[in-house]
């Protein structure tokens, strides 16, 4: 049985049976907000309670859920119900409470409060808060009311009363044995046994077919035996014990009574027979304990005395090594160590006796799974590894915080390396100057094409051979006067130069042409360029502001350290609520076991005692 298991039953019928149609007048439904109230839903019936939870806090963070009425306000109040939050279930409860709301609103909110306050033990407030839901409640409430008012009464001591109830609001089947059950046992703790016999004996009136109506009707019949007995019936209180499953949870504590029910009718050697078959079993079961010393005294009924002597040394023997595996299983559970040795986990749900058969457990789980078997155990466990799994979900937020704030980071990094190289004017410098190499290449280009200047584009051997040509002309000036031969030699220069420049324009109109596309891959570059510049002043200039999300980054994540912090002394104090508990328990059996053991001690010293005094005995006829 989970955490959720007290409020559980019913939960979702009553919020699925408030009709929306009487919340016609209000905003219609919002898809994110149906979403979430889906979403809801579908978690609560894969039992994934927690989750179902977080779902409807999450959709009231954003505004809540509309068009459907109170709905998500009484699923919410049933599951902080569910989870030990009285005092926010009640609050929620008591606001739909003042509001005008319809019947059957009104009748669940008031279900609820009553189911609360039965809980806190506060049985007056919660048999008023019951008497306030209307005549005629619905039916999706009607038994869980009727049972509630009964266990109230029963609460309160008035049996009458709860008869009276159960006589005019008689439940469906499934409820009525619980119900019989309670109010026979309440009889029973009267010493009333007839009327608890009374209720008990409507087990046998119908055939069960659910395993959890089974497991009643062996405690029922146990419980019928030990009234029995208690009422002096022996002989009835054999058949009643004989009536409970060998396979049952309660087997052990029929088995026992089966055996002082034969101990009553001084058949100890029927009485032995369930007795050492329990004496057998773990020393965890109370009933074992219990059995180890009934067989040894069953012996010595029976006059095997030696027998009896031998079971009360096995038995100390056993009680001893079970006080020191107490001890060890005490020191064990300190600390942390305690989530190590029971192997607490995040799980969605934890059935203690199967989960023994499936794992390798310690010792110290071995001896406890019968312990955490127990509901109020198990609720405990259960709670421990939601707060485990919500741990679990901090730390994983607190690493995407740190990843979303490296992230930021990287990108304000980024932007400002941008800024800087744009402040640095780099590439303005660079476009500066592909301008003023653009502009002085197209005013050469186009004075070469105004004065046909077919040398100016010549590159090379022909450059060279032309700038040679040209600087010998001017040579030829300077010796004109002092060089006879200067004639000749100017003639065969003007022959030379006029080949090259022959050659230059047959060439010029292809050099013109790849000096011109040159240009306008210049101007092309350029264009490019000029773009990437204006992006990035625009980027840069449009960029948005991260500062805010970071400071939001920031805030979000010092809250959830704060929430983390919570959740961390949360689980500490669950841990030592949870540690105290299994010590008390511990505690409980150690003094249990020290009791048993000093009785079989006594027994042995008895024994010896009797036979040394027999011995004597013998020794003086013998020598009469």
Same mark, same amino acid.
């Given at each position: 049985?989970?955490?959720?298991?007290?409020?559980?039953?019913?939960?979702?019928?009553?919020?699925?049976?408030?009709?929306?149609?009487?919340?016609?007048?209000?905003?219609?439904?919002?898809?994110?907000?149906?979403?979430?109230?889906?979403?809801?839903?579908?978690?609560?019936?894969?039992?994934?309670?927690?989750?179902?939870?977080?779902?409807?806090?999450?959709?009231?963070?954003?505004?809540?859920?509309?068009?459907?009425?109170?709905?998500?306000?009484?699923?919410?109040?049933?599951?902080?119900?569910?989870?030990?939050?009285?005092?926010?279930?009640? /609050?929620?409860?008591?606001?739909?409470?003042?509001?005008?709301?319809?019947?059957?609103?009104?009748?669940?909110?008031?279900?609820?409060?009553?189911?609360?306050?039965?809980?806190?033990?506060? %049985?007056?407030?919660?048999?008023?808060?019951?008497?306030?839901?209307?005549?005629?409640?619905?039916?999706?409430?009607?038994?869980?009311?009727?049972?509630?008012?009964?266990?109230?009464?029963?609460?309160?001591?008035?049996?009458?009363?709860?008869?009276?109830?159960?006589?005019?609001?008689?439940?469906?089947?499934? %409820?009525?044995?619980?119900?019989?059950?309670?109010?026979?046992?309440?009889?029973?703790?009267?010493?009333?046994?007839?009327?608890?016999?009374?209720?008990?004996?409507?087990?046998?009136?119908?055939?069960?077919?659910?395993?959890?109506?089974?497991?009643?009707?062996?405690?029922?019949?146990?419980?019928?035996?030990?009234?029995?007995?208690? *009422?002096?019936?022996?002989?009835?209180?054999?058949?009643?014990?004989?009536?409970?499953?060998?396979?049952?949870?309660?087997?052990?504590? +029929?088995?026992?009574?089966?055996?002082?029910?034969?101990?009553?009718?001084?058949?100890?050697?029927?009485?032995?027979?369930? %007795?050492?078959?329990?004496?057998?079993?773990?020393?965890?079961?109370?009933?074992?304990?219990?059995?180890?010393?009934?067989?040894?005294?069953?012996?010595?009924?029976?006059?095997?005395?030696?027998?009896?002597?031998?079971?009360?040394?096995?038995?100390?023997?056993?009680?001893?090594?079970?006080?020191?595996?107490?001890?060890?299983?005490?020191?064990?559970?300190?600390?942390?160590?305690?989530?190590?040795?029971?192997?607490?986990?995040?799980?969605?749900?934890?059935? %203690?006796?199967?989960? +023994?058969?499936?794992?390798?457990?310690?010792?110290?789980?071995?001896?406890?799974?019968?312990?955490?078997?127990?509901?109020?155990?198990?609720?405990?466990?259960?709670?421990?590894?939601?707060?485990?799994?919500?741990?679990?979900?901090?730390?994983?937020?607190?690493?995407?915080?740190?990843?979303?704030?490296?992230?930021?980071?990287?990108?304000?990094?980024?932007?400002?390396?941008?800024?800087?190289?744009? *402040?640095?004017?780099?590439?303005?410098? $660079?476009?500066?100057?592909?301008?003023?190499?653009?502009?002085?290449?197209?005013?050469?280009?186009?004075?070469?094409?105004?004065?046909? /200047?077919?040398?100016?584009?010549?590159?090379?051997?022909?450059?060279?051979?032309?700038?040679?040509?040209?600087?010998?002309?001017?040579?030829?000036?300077?010796?004109?006067?002092?060089?006879?031969?200067?004639?000749?030699?100017?003639?065969?220069?003007?022959?030379?130069?006029?080949?090259?420049?022959?050659?230059?324009?047959?060439?010029?109109?292809?050099?013109?042409?790849?000096?011109?596309?040159?240009?306008? @891959?210049?101007?092309?570059?350029?264009?490019?360029?000029?773009?990437?510049? $204006?992006?990035?002043?625009?980027?840069?200039? $449009?960029? @948005?502001?991260?500062?805010?999300?970071?400071?939001?980054?920031?805030?979000?994540?010092?809250?959830?350290?704060?929430?983390?912090?919570?959740?961390?002394?949360?689980?500490?104090?669950?841990?030592?609520?949870?540690?105290?508990?299994?010590? /008390?328990?511990?505690?409980?059996?150690?003094?249990?076991?020290?009791?048993?053991?000093?009785?079989?001690?006594?027994?042995?010293?008895?024994?010896?005692?009797?036979?040394?005094?027999?011995?004597?005995?013998?020794?003086?006829?013998?020598?009469?």
């Amino acid at each position: 049985m989970g955490a959720v298991s007290v409020a559980k039953r019913g939960l979702l019928a009553v919020c699925l049976a408030l009709p929306c149609s009487a919340f016609a007048k209000e905003e219609p439904l919002t898809a994110v907000a149906d979403l979430r109230y889906g979403v809801a839903l579908y978690h609560y019936f894969q039992e994934e309670h927690i989750t179902a939870f977080s779902e409807l806090l999450l959709a009231k963070q954003r505004g809540g859920v509309r068009g459907h009425g109170d709905n998500p306000d009484i699923m919410e109040g049933g599951f902080a119900l569910a989870y030990g939050m009285d005092q926010y279930a009640g /609050d929620i409860f008591e606001r739909v409470l003042e509001q005008n709301r319809p019947v059957h609103v009104r009748d669940a909110a008031w279900f609820y409060l009553a189911r609360m306050r039965y809980q806190q033990g506060d %049985w007056y407030a919660a048999e008023d808060a019951a008497n306030r839901i209307s005549p005629k409640p619905a039916k999706h409430i009607a038994n869980e009311l009727t049972s509630l008012r009964v266990s109230t009464a029963i609460k309160q001591g008035n049996l009458a009363r709860a008869e009276s109830i159960l006589a005019k609001q008689q439940p469906k089947q499934g %409820w009525l044995p619980y119900l019989y059950f309670n109010l026979g046992s309440a009889w029973a703790r009267q010493q009333n046994y007839t009327a608890a016999l009374a209720y008990y004996s409507k087990f046998e009136e119908e055939e069960f077919k659910l395993e959890e109506h089974r497991s009643l009707y062996d405690k029922a019949m146990t419980a019928s035996g030990y009234s029995l007995l208690f *009422a002096g019936r022996p002989h009835e209180a054999i058949l009643q014990f004989s009536k409970v499953r060998l396979d049952s949870p309660l087997s052990s504590r +029929a088995l026992l009574g089966y055996g002082w029910a034969a101990a009553e009718l001084d058949d100890y050697t029927e009485a032995l027979k369930p %007795w050492y078959h329990l004496s057998t079993l773990s020393l965890v079961d109370a009933n074992t304990q219990e059995a180890l010393v009934a067989v040894p005294y069953a012996y010595e009924q029976l006059g095997k005395e030696g027998l009896a002597l031998e079971h009360f040394q096995r038995a100390e023997g056993r009680f001893s090594a079970a006080l020191v595996e107490i001890d060890d299983i005490m020191a064990n559970l300190q600390g942390d160590s305690m989530l190590e040795v029971l192997k607490i986990s995040r799980s969605q749900r934890l059935d %203690w006796l199967r989960y +023994a058969k499936e794992n390798q457990l310690t010792p110290e789980i071995s001896y406890l799974v019968a312990l955490f078997s127990r509901e109020d155990f198990e609720k405990e466990v259960h709670e421990l590894r939601d707060l485990l799994a919500i741990q679990n979900t901090y730390n994983n937020w607190l690493e995407k915080l740190t990843f979303y704030t490296d992230m930021l980071d990287a990108r304000e990094f980024d932007r400002t390396a941008k800024m800087q190289y744009l *402040a640095e004017q780099q590439l303005t410098e $660079q476009i500066n100057e592909m301008v003023a190499k653009r502009e002085s290449m197209a005013a050469k280009i186009e004075q070469i094409k105004a004065s046909n /200047d077919y040398f100016a584009l010549a590159k090379g051997e022909e450059a060279d051979l032309i700038h040679r040509v040209e600087r010998s002309a001017a040579t030829i000036e300077l010796v004109r006067d002092s060089d006879p031969f200067i004639d000749e030699t100017e003639e065969a220069m003007r022959r030379y130069r006029g080949i090259l420049l022959w050659n230059a324009s047959r060439q010029f109109s292809d050099r013109l042409w790849h000096a011109e596309k040159v240009l306008a @891959q210049l101007d092309e570059t350029l264009t490019q360029v000029r773009a990437r510049h $204006q992006s990035i002043q625009k980027i840069v200039g $449009q960029a @948005q502001d991260i500062s805010p999300y970071l400071q939001q980054l920031d805030i979000a994540h010092n809250r959830l350290t704060a929430e983390k912090a919570r959740i961390d002394r949360a689980l500490l104090a669950k841990q030592d609520t949870l540690r105290d508990k299994i010590y /008390d328990v511990l505690e409980t059996q150690r003094y249990n076991i020290l009791q048993y053991l000093a009785q079989s001690r006594l027994s042995i010293a008895r024994l010896y005692d009797k036979a040394n005094k027999q011995a004597d005995y013998d020794a003086v006829e013998d020598g009469q």
